[in-house]
Structures are given as structure tokens and as C-alpha cells.
């Protein structure tokens, strides 16, 4: 199982070459239409005492399995968020697993480490952060939210009263691993209502305190830097405000929109940013890298590294003095190094590569609300801000708008998931793909008359 051996060589070639035509697909094909009921007919029953030939093995995930997983790097893909990793980006994440790195310590992986924190301190430098911040890869959003927060909590205690509840406040526009991770670590919400415009602003967070009569109880408040229904980048220079007044930890979750940093055109809207006690960027979304991949960077290391670093007697070696343990900010131990193939992919490409790919994705988005606008069957919800778009057909019921996405993934012309806006069903475009054109936007909308 362990040697190289013909068996091996002749699996290596197999594996090496699918991944070869997989990574040559220009565009990549949708997929994702075979019916469910077809795989055990078709594959069968593959694990047992003896083992299968690697070909044939293979030949059933080309054939069966990979054509019914949708495939979130097409252009076509415009729902949840979607994933356009780079062929530098996927290509290394291949060097990454058959290295069988651990990304544990510096003791183990000290170049490993040293990497992740160039690619670290770009993102870091890009947000406005000081100097001295820093954090560590993790495997998406949701696991950066509960690191990042369980060290705002663990700070707050030393300034709220022993035996006080503690308190997130959040927009309502936060992502669900907000709510989840405060039911994780027991701590309240409270809920700050949009405004018109649908935004977490200081001046809510201010009125919603005088209500509640309980300022005290803030642990940290959450903003969002793109939310992922509709793409809003929060006022984060106002929230920053209220923060230092109430000495709340500021956490801002930039897991899809703060990407957007990097382009001119938006800067503009992330002031404040650079104010974060701890920030989430997923490489694995806009920053195009591959699955799974969160960077999660803190203002003030040691704050994180008081509460995440793990005590055992096997693992007193690796705690020395100035050495970075990725271990030591999240509440991982075991991890890959999985910040590799974005710092492999920024160094081959250059940051100017990604703004050039940012910026291309948002004059997409900004022709497709102008399309939708001059089309007297359709309305645009409101103007994206980043690159989510959000409309409604005229007279569309929840079932329609779920059979047109339907139709549109079986005549694979995209995979277009509805959405609710203010209660009712609305089409949703999530565009992240440089390669997703007009075109292709233009083909959509066809199918709306």
C-alpha cells in the first residue's frame, strides 16, 4: 500500500492523467444532471476485503460520479458563492497533498509556515492591518468565525463583570455561522435591524444599544464585508466608532467580499476595515484558490494565541519563543497546509493578476443589472455592490422561479439557485468567474420571457 511499486506507478499515471484533461477543460462543463438512482446500478458496491483495479475504479468516478457533481469552477455557476481556483492554485494543492505536509508547528513544517505567512501578510497589509498582525489558514468561514470569536469572548471576560452575560452584536444580515458559533460558545445575539438600504451601520448598533439599556454585556460586534445574499459591504468605519466606545472587539467577516479589496473600483467601501480586532478572508472564494480555505488574521496575535494554544506534555517541544505555530490561533491542532497554493498562485501570477480578475467580475456584474433594468419583464432588487444580483421575474411564484432553475441546470446552461429577499422568492446571480460573460448572462435571461 505504502511502496512505490508498478501497482503504484501504473495508479500515478491514471490519476495523473485525468487530472491533466480535468485541468485542460475550457470552460469547464457544468455537470451535475445524472439521476441518483442510476449509482448503484452503475458502480456498485466498490469497498469490500478485496480490493478493485485502479483504472477501472477510476473510469467509474470519470464516467458515473464526476458528471453528477455540479461543478462549482464552471462560468456557468452563479449560486451560493462560487470557486474559480487558478491553474497555479489547483496544480500546487496537488504538490501540497502528496507532500503530506503537517501544518501543525514551525518545528514540523517551518517552510511551509514561512510561506503561508507571506500570503498571510499580504492579506493582512491589503486590509490596513499593522505590522504586527497575524493568524493562520483554516478550512472555511464558519471554522475562522469560531476561532476568531471564542478569542473575543475569552478578551471580553477580563472587562465584563464575572457571571455577566456576554453578547455578539450582529446585523441581521449576517451570515448563518454567526448565529451557530455564538450557540457554540453560549453567547447571546443581539440583532441589529437594516436599515433602508439593508446595511449594519454605527448609528443602528448606537439606537439598538439605548433600547436594550445593556451597552455593557457587547463582548465583540460582527460585521460583514460583502454578505453573501446580497453581496453588502456593512459601515464598517461607523461600527469601528461604536467599538472603541464600548472597548468591544470589532470581528469582521470578509469571507466573500473582502477579496474586493484589491480592486480601485470598490476600495472605497471596506473603510474601516482596517480598524478589525480579526478578519476573515476566504482564499477559496474571489481570491481564487481551491477548496477549502480561510485566512483568518488577528489585530493582536498573542490575545489569540493565550486562548487557541494547546497544553500536552507531547506537545511542550513545539511551544518555543518566537517560533509561529499555526496551531496556536484557531481552535485546530491537526491541518494542512492549505495557504500554500494561494501563496504559490500570488507569487507565480502577481496581486495585479487578481485585481485585473476582480475587476473584470465586477463590470460583468454592473452589464448584467443593466441588462436586467432594460428588460420590462424583470427588476433589479437593488444595485449590486460587489458581485451578487439579485431581481425578480413580474409575477413569478416560489415554484416558478424553482422550475426555471431546474430547466436551466438540465439544458446546462447554468446553475441558477433562487434566493428570498424581504420575504419573498427573487433570482439570485453570484458572479465570481473572470470567464463568466455577458453572454452568458444574456442566455439566462433569455429563458425569464
Known amino acids: 500500500m505504502h511502496g512505490y511499486d508498478a501497482f503504484t506507478d501504473r495508479m500515478a499515471g491514471a490519476v495523473l492523467a485525468y487530472t491533466h484533461d480535468r485541468l485542460r477543460l475550457d470552460p469547464v462543463p457544468l455537470d451535475g444532471n445524472v439521476a441518483p438512482e442510476n449509482f448503484a446500478a452503475q458502480v456498485g458496491e466498490l469497498i469490500g476485503p478485496n480490493g478493485n483495479d485502479p483504472e477501472e475504479v477510476l473510469r467509474l468516478f470519470t464516467d458515473v460520479l464526476a458528471p453528477a457533481v455540479i461543478s462549482v469552477d464552471s462560468p456557468r455557476f452563479l449560486s451560493f458563492i462560487p470557486a474559480a481556483p487558478t491553474k497555479a492554485s489547483l496544480l500546487f494543492d496537488m504538490v501540497v497533498s502528496a507532500s503530506s505536509l503537517s501544518g501543525i508547528s514551525w518545528l514540523e513544517a517551518a517552510g511551509a509556515v514561512f ?36 478569542v473575543a469572548r475569552e478578551t471580553a471576560k477580563r472587562r465584563i463583570a464575572s457571571g455577566k452575560r456576554l453578547r455578539f452584536a450582529v446585523g441581521d444580515q449576517s451570515h448563518s455561522s454567526i448565529a451557530n458559533t455564538a450557540r457554540i460558545l453560549d453567547v447571546d445575539l443581539l440583532v441589529v435591524p437594516s436599515g433602508p438600504d439593508t446595511r449594519f451601520t454605527g448609528d443602528a448598533l448606537r439606537r439598538a444599544l439605548e433600547r436594550d439599556g445593556d451597552p455593557a454585556s457587547i463582548a465583540a460586534v ?10 453588502i459591504v456593512d459601515d464598517l468605519a461607523s461600527i469601528a466608532d461604536v467599538c472603541r466606545e464600548l472597548s468591544a472587539w470589532m470581528h469582521v467577516d470578509g469571507a466573500y467580499g473582502a477579496a474586493a479589496l484589491l480592486a480601485p473600483s470598490v476600495r472605497d467601501l471596506f473603510s474601516g476595515i482596517e480598524h478589525a480586532d480579526s478578519l476573515v478572508v476566504d482564499p477559496h472564494k474571489w481570491l481564487y484558490g481551491p477548496f477549502d480555505c480561510a485566512a483568518l488574521l488577528y489585530r493582536d496575535p498573542p490575545l ?11 506537545l511542550d517541544v513545539i511551544h518555543t519563543d518566537g517560533e509561529w505555530n499555526p496551531s496556536d490561533y484557531a481552535y485546530h491542532l491537526t491541518r494542512r497546509a492549505r495557504g500554500l497554493p494561494l501563496w504559490f498562485s500570488l507569487a507565480v501570477h502577481g496581486s495585479d493578476a487578481y485585481r485585473d480578475a476582480i475587476e473584470t467580475v465586477l463590470a460583468t456584474t454592473r452589464e448584467a443589472a443593466a441588462r436586467i433594468r432594460a428588460l420590462p419583464h424583470l427588476e433589479l432588487v437593488r444595485d449590486p455592490e460587489l458581485s451578487i444580483v439579485l431581481f425578480r421575474r413580474t409575477g413569478w411564484t416560489e415554484a416558478e422561479y424553482d422550475a426555471w432553475s431546474r430547466r436551466l441546470l438540465d439544458d446546462q446552461i447554468a446553475f441558477v439557485m433562487p434566493t428570498r429577499w424581504a420575504g419573498e422568492p427573487v433570482a439570485r446571480f453570484a458572479l465570481l468567474h473572470p470567464d463568466t460573460t455577458v453572454d452568458i448572462i444574456d442566455e439566462i435571461l433569455a429563458t425569464t420571457a
Open 115 to 150: 510561506a503561508e505567512n507571506q500570503a498571510l501578510r499580504f492579506l493582512a497589509d491589503l486590509a490596513g492591518l499593522p505590522a504586527d498582525a497575524g493568524g493562520c489558514f483554516v478550512s472555511g468561514g464558519s471554522a475562522a468565525n469560531l476561532s476568531a470569536l471564542v
Open 222 to 231: 460582527v460585521a460583514t464585508a460583502g454578505t453573501t445574499n446580497a453581496g
Open 304 to 314: 489569540a494565541r493565550a486562548v487557541h494554544t494547546q497544553q500536552a506534555s507531547y
